[in-house]
C-alpha cells in the first residue's frame, strides 16, 4: 500500500493481446508510473500479468476486475502483487487475508465501508469515483472515518486529479487516460510514455 500511495496513480490496463504486454510495461516504467493495474476480463489478462511480472521487476503488477475467489488464485498464480474489486465482497476480501495479498475492494456508501473497516481494511477503492459524488463525497464520508485511505478509479482524469491527489483521504488514484484501450491496441507506446511521464510529474509536484 505505501508503494501504491507513493506512486499516486495507477493505471488501469485493458489488454486483449498479449504481445501488447512487453512493450506496454516498458511505456510505464520509462514514463516512471511503476505501478499498474491489469482488468481480469481478457483473455489476456493472466498473460499480460505474468510477463510484465517476470520481465519488469520494478513494476508493481496487480489484478482488477476480480470477482471471485477462483479469479484470486488464477492472478496470484500469474505474479498479481494486489487484487482490487469493483465492489466488497466479504468473502474475495477475507480469501486475500489468508493468501496475504493486499485487497482493494470497491465502496460507494458508508454501510460498505463499515463493512470494510470490520474486514480490518485500511484502503477501499471509491469507484465509480466521479459518478458518485467525487472528492465532495469522499471528503464527506472520510470525515467519519478518520483512518481510511481512498483509491478512486472512474472518471478520474487529468482535469480532476490534482485535486484528487492533494486531499489527505487519498492513497493513489486510479485512471486510464494515460492507457487508453485504442492506443494500446494501436500501438501508440511512444505516446503512452509521454502522459505517463507528464502523470508522474504531477504527482510528484503535487506530493512533494
Known amino acids: 500500500m505505501k508503494k501504491l500511495e507513493n506512486i499516486g496513480i495507477i493505471p488501469v490496463v485493458v489488454i486483449h493481446d498479449e504481445k501488447d504486454a512487453m512493450p506496454l510495461a516498458k511505456a510505464l516504467c520509462d ?22 511480472s517476470e520481465a519488469y521487476k520494478e ?21 498479481a502483487k494486489f487484487i482490487v474489486s469493483p465492489g466488497l465482497n466479504p468473502k ?17 456508501t458508508p454501510s460498505e465501508i463499515e463493512q470494510a473497516l470490520e474486514l480490518g481494511l485500511e484502503v477501499v477503492k471509491f469507484f465509480p469515483a466521479e459518478p458518485s459524488g467525487g472528492l465532495p463525497m469522499i471528503q464527506a464520508m472520510g470525515a467519519a472515518y478518520t483512518k481510511l485511505k ?46 505517463c511521464k507528464a502523470v508522474s510529474a504531477l504527482v510528484q ?3 512533494a
Open 31 to 52: 514514463g516512471g508510473l511503476l505501478a499498474v493495474e491489469v482488468t481480469f476480463r481478457t483473455d489476456a489478462a493472466e498473460g499480460t500479468i505474468r510477463k510484465m
Open 59 to 79: 513494476l508493481l503488477v496487480g489484478a482488477g476486475t476480480v470477482l471471485t475467489t477462483e479469479q484470486v488464485d488464477r492472478a496470484v498464480d500469474v505474479g
Open 92 to 108: 474475495v476480501v477475507r480469501y486475500c487475508q489468508e493468501k496475504g495479498i493486499p485487497v482493494i475492494p470497491g465502496v460507494v
Open 150 to 195: 481512498f483509491m478512486p478509479t472512474g472518471g478520474i482524469n487529468l482535469q480532476n486529479v490534482e485535486a484528487y491527489l492533494k486531499s489527505d483521504k487519498i492513497l493513489a488514484c486510479g485512471g486510464s487516460w494515460m492507457v487508453k484501450e485504442q492506443d494500446i491496441c494501436d500501438g501508440n507506446f511512444e505516446d503512452i510514455t509521454k502522459k
Open 205 to 207: 509536484s503535487v506530493r
